[in-house]
């Protein structure tokens, strides 16, 4: 085996997952960072949601399943995740159901496609709800709750928490971060992916996986598959311990996600603003509003931290794993709203095909292949 290391673009969520994996099993790892990892990119300002069965769009069968296998290797991610760290807290799931809620007799309508929906997906567990049976399970939500749809098999976890363990369990298992540093060209020879090229110093790999998350399209040769960032800006809710949100609860307007440290986070908005990340008055006022309407107390509440990160979009807003068109080149990215959900599996999936040359079926969609027209251009 080459003494090169693998080499990743982008210490977030997934790079840190795919690269803890690869060391894990026995592959030296460097991560590039353009910021600092791991608290920079769009999975530190994420809510934590594991919520494959609320978070099921209409056209996206394929992701729903992808999720949900996604959600079925968290418990072994953990247990893995424990044995790596030493001072870092692993967050444990919160298996806490979602519970996505109507107030307007247009929301009604919407609650019921939506149920219709997933019942045609086969087998969600889920239940429909009267406003008053709604409250005795959540007795925070609003006397305007008029109906709600419950959904017991979606859980959360602490996102901030997973990502200081992921870091450390990355440098644990011999692993390097370059923080800071941006990858201006990623060189190919003969078809195969060859090295990285910072500030014209040119790094060898044995293989490099592209998981810049949104700014993606800053490496020059690889904007064909098109990554486009898509802001979300989110309020930080301060709680004391009395306040306890049971489930994770959704309107067709809002989510809101309370974590184990008490903080309720409200959001998240979906803006194309290229990849700006000020905070700006009016999504945070209609998020505060939508948060009100279905739990008042949020009125009460300080707000402790506002926040926006940029989520990598591909053009179906799936995401893209797998080798490319250039052999020892791999894509994972554009995981959008699934970035935490959906980390176990994509460092999975990268081990394997790396290490092992195995590529599970369940990916077959989501290969970048789809994307991809030009190659890279070969180094002369
Ligand atoms: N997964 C929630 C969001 O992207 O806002």
Redesign the pocket.
């Known amino acids: 085996m080459s003494d090169k290391a693998h080499i990743i673009i982008g210490g977030g969520i997934i790079g840190l997952s795919v690269g803890w994996q690869l060391l894990r099993a026995g592959i030296p790892v460097e991560i590039y960072e353009e910021s600092s990892s791991p608290r920079s990119g769009a999975g530190w300002v994420?809510?934590g949601?594991l919520a494959p069965n609320a978070?099921a769009g209409y056209e996206e069968e394929a992701l729903f399943k992808l999720c949900n296998n996604s959600l079925s290797l968290y418990d072994k991610f953990l247990e893995e995740l424990r044995e790596d760290v030493k001072k870092s807290e692993v967050p444990k799931i919160d298996r806490c159901g979602s519970m996505i809620v109507a107030i307007t007799s247009d929301d009604i309508q919407t609650l019921k496609r939506q149920y219709e929906f997933r019942k045609s997906l086969g087998d969600i567990s889920m239940v429909m709800l009267s406003g008053s049976e709604a409250r005795e399970r959540e007795p925070l939500l609003s006397p305007k709750v008029k109906q709600a749809l419950f959904l017991p098999n979606d859980a959360q976890i602490n996102n901030r928490k997973l990502l200081e363990a992921l870091h450390e369990a990355f440098l644990n298992s011999g692993g390097t971060i370059h923080e800071h540093s941006h990858i201006h060209e990623i060189v190919t020879r003969n078809g195969v992916a060859e090295s990285i090229v910072t500030k014209g110093t040119v790094h060898f790999a044995s293989g490099i996986t592209i998981s810049a998350g949104a700014l993606i399209g800053k490496i020059s040769g690889i904007e064909s598959i098109g990554i486009r960032p898509v802001k979300?800006q989110m309020i930080g809710l301060k709680t004391d311990t009395s306040v306890k949100l049971q489930h994770l609860i959704r309107s067709p307007r809002v989510?809101i996600a309370q974590k184990d440290d008490g903080r309720m986070l409200v959001?998240?908005s979906v803006e194309e603003q290229g990849t700006s990340r000020t905070i700006t008055a009016g999504p945070i006022m209609e998020l505060l509003h939508y948060a009100w309407e279905v739990v008042p107390l949020v009125y009460e509440l300080e707000i402790a931290e506002l926040q926006s990160g940029l989520?990598p979009a591909s053009r179906d807003h799936c995401p893209v794993i797998g080798e490319s068109d250039v052999a020892k080149l791999f894509y994972a990215t554009g995981h959008y709203?699934?970035g935490i959900l959906l980390a176990p599996l994509t460092a999975y999936a990268l081990r394997d095909e790396i290490v092992y040359g195995k590529k599970r079926d369940d990916l077959s969609m989501f290969a970048p292949q789809r994307f991809l027209k030009k190659s890279i251009p070969e180094a002369v």
């Open positions: 994420a809510a949601m978070e979300g989510y959001g998240a989520r709203r699934n």
